[in-house]
């Protein structure tokens, strides 16, 4: 075959595999002497891709024979057989190329292969002569009389730093490569195609924003359990997920451009049974799915479903895609696979999250931990530190993090969470982390799977907020008791307030009501009525059925609220109904009842509302104090069981940790405290865990009647002291102030 590269390229190649060859050999010579000299075949390449375009759109692949044995060989046979597509070059003279039209075979020949010697040949894999072989292709190797190494588990990917494939059957995949920058500009040449902007300076491509196109598809299932909201929780859905991608700094921007229904039938299956049937349209209701991508332009696919209460598997389930394709998304061989299944019923309303999903769509996988090789790139993956942090990818992996803090943001070498480093440098084989430079490199080619029906620029699609972070959501929400009083087996009338209290805008909150018993969230159903054209309820199973009263909407379940804007320092007011049964929490013989909201998820700790509850109207007008000592926190159940009771109080920048706090009353709890100013020093009470009372902790702090908390061995870089703090009478949320530090031990 006559070669298509010059000489010049051809030593390029060899100058270049030099090193790598001789690394090689050895590693070849001392596996030869496990094989038991043993005459060896060993074939690589350095790299399981092949680029169809750029200077550097070959693949060099070398075949080492070894005879470290004693005796000479003779008539040394192996072939290689591949795809009739993949175009081959510079194939040495002791092979001959075979081809019937449909599988190309290398059928190699050594006549003599001498005492303790060995041989090299070679060839190249054309990339961009082998582009009709398809995404991906095989090598397969056969040999007669010598044996043929295989990778070893340590040298099965790139995990070990080494991006070298080898062994009897190789997979390449032929790529793109997006990287390619042939003017030099700075802006690969995909890119530029992409945009298609010629007027642009180099720096106004390189910070166009990408539209992906998303289409949602749905079933009657959840139309119906999300009662009229449905589009409402797909506004909230998004602007959640494009302001985690904004906060990370990726130039992607999310934009919904059909919401359609099938007529799925798999009520009874789980919600990765419904993305199989999705993704291989094994279900009849997908059938005209790609259809509606061409209709509406979508270049990512989400299927919103309704499964009843109790139903297996996940609550979200996902494509991960590109795997080692190096962030290239071609429209023939991606479009229609980016595809995410949401279960909207009620065990998973308030977890929903599409920014882990689309993440996966463009091949970021949860950590190196959890796939060592890395996703589209090796660096394409979440990162998390133990007992520090994880960012969004990594908490949706398998690794245990410990205590670790999760951070809605996506990896990044460059930037930093908890004052720590993000990810990791992405030219790290091993341990590189830095999703936000992947799906950034990645942004056009995916925005680029369909043609867009309704052309739109990052820029015409507004920013919008609707969270800042896990703590401060910027929203402020009250549950306040509209009347003194309620009776039982009546409805409550309540009052739900909410509040911007941040600086901008908030816009599609789901802000959802959570009933307390003891001060802990109770999963009974409750009966709500309401008038309010921004909620709904949502029943604890797809059955429930709701009514109409004297005008007023009924119905067992969980109330949610949509609100689409609310500007800077503005109030939304919203009435409700909450229907009190014969069982009411019990605090010092008198009844009560207690609620507390939360916002996307976000639970509003000082949101708690409690409203006295009678028997009877004689009653109510005696009155109760009761909700004057309904504690204004909420309580988690845990009963302590495996705590370290040896445990002692420790300080993590302005957080201090109390694992361990005896009540007067006898009870015990573990506590959250933080130093909320300096100039009088003072602890905020942030939220606590009531423990079994019957543990007997090493060291144990105290809270007594008079209002005065006491921490013992409080540890600060290795010296202990004991604080004495007082209660600040009808502080809310609860404060410590006159505290006396006392050094204990050195």
Do not use: W
């Not at 506590?671 to 939220?687: G, K, M, Q, V, W």
């Amino acid at each position: 075959m006559t070669p298509k590269y010059a000489n010049n390229n051809r030593k390029f190649i060899e100058d270049n595999d030099k090193d790598e060859r001789q690394a090689t050999f050895y590693t070849v010579a001392f596996t030869t002497k496990v094989l038991a000299q043993q005459a060896t075949l060993d074939i690589y390449a350095p790299q399981g891709f092949v680029y169809q375009n750029g200077n550097d759109a070959f693949l060099p692949f070398t075949i080492h024979l070894n005879n470290p044995t004693s005796s000479s060989i003779s008539d040394v046979s192996f072939s290689i057989s591949m795809p009739d597509d993949v175009d081959l070059d510079s194939v040495d003279g002791e092979c001959t190329d075979t081809s019937d039209g449909t599988t190309r075979t290398l059928t190699c020949t050594i006549d003599e292969l001498d005492v303790n010697s060995g041989e090299l040949l070679d060839f190249i894999i054309d990339g961009p002569g082998s582009v009709d072989a398809g995404p991906s292709f095989t090598l397969n190797l056969s040999a007669l009389n010598v044996t043929v190494i295989e990778p070893n588990g340590l040298s099965l990917g790139i995990a070990d730093g080494d991006r070298t494939v080898r062994g009897s059957s190789i997979t390449v995949d032929v790529v793109r490569n997006i990287n390619y920058d042939q003017d030099q500009n700075n802006v690969p040449d995909l890119d530029e195609a992409i945009i298609n902007n010629s007027s642009a300076t180099a720096e106004q491509l390189l910070a166009t924003g990408a539209v992906v196109d998303v289409l949602f598809i749905h079933s009657s299932e959840a139309t119906a359990y999300l009662d009229g909201k449905l589009e409402d929780k797909i506004a909230q859905l998004l602007t959640a997920t494009n302001q985690i991608y904004r906060d990370s700094g990726v130039g992607i921007e999310f934009n919904a451009v059909g919401l359609e229904e099938v007529l799925y039938s798999g009520a009874s299956n789980t919600i990765d049974e419904a993305l199989a049937a999705l993704d291989t349209q094994s279900d009849p209701s997908f059938f005209s799915v790609n259809n509606m991508i061409t209709g509406s332009g979508g270049d990512l696919v989400v299927f919103l479903h309704a499964l009843d209460a109790g139903a297996a598997g996940s609550c979200v389930s996902y494509s991960t895609n590109g795997i080692a394709r190096q962030g290239d998304f071609q429209r023939e061989y991606h479009q229609g696979e980016l595809i995410t299944a949401v279960n909207l019923g009620p065990d998973c309303l308030a977890t929903t999250n599409l920014a882990a999903a689309f993440a996966a769509n463009m091949g970021i996988v949860a950590s190196r931990l959890d796939s060592p090789d890395g996703g589209t790139f090796s660096y394409s993956a979440g990162y998390g530190i133990e007992d520090e942090f994880t960012t969004v990818m990594a908490r949706e992996g398998n690794q245990n993090f410990g205590t670790a803090k999760s951070i809605n943001v996506f990896s990044n070498s460059e930037g930093f969470c908890e004052s720590l480093t993000c990810g990791t440098d992405r030219g790290d084989l091993i341990d590189g982390a830095d999703a936000v430079h992947s799906m950034n490199r990645s942004r056009h080619v995916v925005s680029a799977l369909s043609d867009s029906v309704f052309p739109a620029t990052a820029e015409e699609i507004p920013d919008k907020t609707t969270i800042l972070d896990d703590t401060d959501s910027g929203i402020t929400l009250r549950v306040l008791a509209a009347e003194g009083a309620a009776l039982l087996n009546n409805y409550a009338q309540m009052v739900l307030q909410v509040e911007n209290t941040s600086a901008s805008t908030m816009s599609n909150l789901n802000i959802s009501l959570l009933n307390l018993n003891d001060g802990l969230v109770s999963f009974e159903t409750q009966s709500y009525q309401h008038t309010a054209e921004l909620c709904a309820v949502f029943g604890d199973d797809l059955a429930t059925a709701g009514s109409v009263s004297d005008g007023m909407i009924e119905k067992a379940g969980s109330l949610n609220c949509f609100v689409s804007d609310i500007a800077a320092g503005d109030t939304i007011s919203i009435s409700y109904g909450v229907l009190v049964d014969d069982t009411p929490p019990v605090l010092n013989g008198s009844n009560y009842y207690h609620q507390m909201a939360a916002v996307n998820g976000i639970v509003d700790y000082y949101s708690q509302g409690c409203v006295p509850v009678f028997a009877n109207f004689v009653a109510a007008a005696a009155g109760s104090l009761v909700c004057d000592d309904v504690v204004d926190f909420l309580v988690i159940p845990d009963t302590g069981e495996g705590a370290d009771l040896a445990a002692v109080p420790t300080v993590t920048g302005s957080q201090i940790s109390v694992p361990f706090i005896r009540i007067d009353d006898g009870s015990l709890i573990s506590a959250e405290f933080t130093i909320s100013n300096f100039s009088p020093l003072e602890l905020r009470l942030d939220s606590y865990v009531t423990l079994d009372s019957s543990l007997a902790p090493t060291v144990e702090g105290t809270f007594d009647v008079e209002g005065q908390l006491i921490l013992n061995e409080l540890e600060v870089d290795t010296i202990t002291y004991q604080v004495t703090a007082s209660y600040v009478a009808d502080s809310s949320p609860a404060l410590f102030s006159d505290l006396v530090i006392v050094q204990t031990a050195p």
